[in-house]
């Protein structure tokens, strides 16, 4: 049972490119979150799409927008980058009973350095 | 506004030795609460999770967890550490939001160190 799969692993990226970063849930979950992780900090929330809509969004600009598409996987597109969107991005999904609970399972995360 | 804080940046034990990774969070409302392990370059690994009922939890790897509602914590323990379990240790709380929908609200992690 593959669990939550993320591409690309590490990309490097000068200022004001634009990034897509793809995410596929585990088997069976339909709800997808991207967190955002600076180094040496916990992760910070982003959004979170369920039913191909964003459901919620965390205090991001909108330079950072998302996607869900009918097989539940998941894009997070970053445009205009700055040295600051350095960071490890994780995708996390779940379903109706962690929407509830907010327990997440995660993946290992894309690496974007900004240059 | 819903925090968590973990005191302890960075922790050095060794190994055989007990081990407890402090937790404390801000949350109005009755929380889940998670423990969360990060290995270096990797993703995270739940450890445990509190969502009601016995207050100590057990979880992976021969770590477990007290909610404490009268502190607003939640640490993290284990009785004898061993070299793998050498990671950063993160503990975040289930915030819910409007339309039913939870978001976790990670603390700032600690990194644990063991010593041969």
């Known amino acids: 049972d593959a669990g939550v799969t993320q591409s690309p692993t590490h990309l490097i990226k000068t200022r004001g490119q634009q990034v897509t970063l793809r995410c596929s849930p585990k088997s069976g979950h339909d709800t997808v979150s991207w967190y955002q992780q600076a180094l040496g900090q916990g992760p910070q929330f982003i959004f979170q799409y369920y039913e191909e809509e964003e459901r919620q969004r965390g205090n991001f600009p909108d330079r950072f927008s998302g996607h869900q598409f009918p097989n539940y996987s998941s894009e997070l597109n970053v445009n205009a980058l700055l040295l600051g969107d350095s960071a490890l991005y994780l995708c996390a999904s779940t379903e109706e009973r962690g929407r509830e609970t907010g327990e997440l399972f995660f993946g290992e995360g894309s690496r974007l350095t900004v240059l | 506004a819903q925090s968590v804080t973990q005191p302890d940046i960075h922790i050095t034990v060794s190994e055989g030795a007990s081990l407890e990774l402090r937790c404390n969070y801000s949350?109005?409302?009755?929380?889940?609460l998670f423990w969360y392990v990060q290995s270096p370059g990797q993703g995270l690994q739940l450890l445990l999770k509190?969502?009601?009922?016995?207050?100590l939890v057990q979880g992976i790897k021969g770590f477990e967890a007290e909610f404490k509602r009268s502190q607003s914590s939640f640490n993290l323990r284990k009785p004898s550490v061993h070299w793998s379990d050498a990671a950063e240790y993160f503990c975040?709380?289930?915030?819910?939001?409007?339309?039913?929908?939870?978001?976790?609200?990670f603390g700032a992690g600690t990194r644990l160190a063991v010593h041969p």
């Open positions: 949350y109005g409302a009755t929380p889940y």
């Open positions: 975040a709380v289930g915030a819910g939001f409007s339309g039913g929908y939870n978001k976790l609200i």
């Open positions: 509190y969502f009601s009922g016995d207050t």
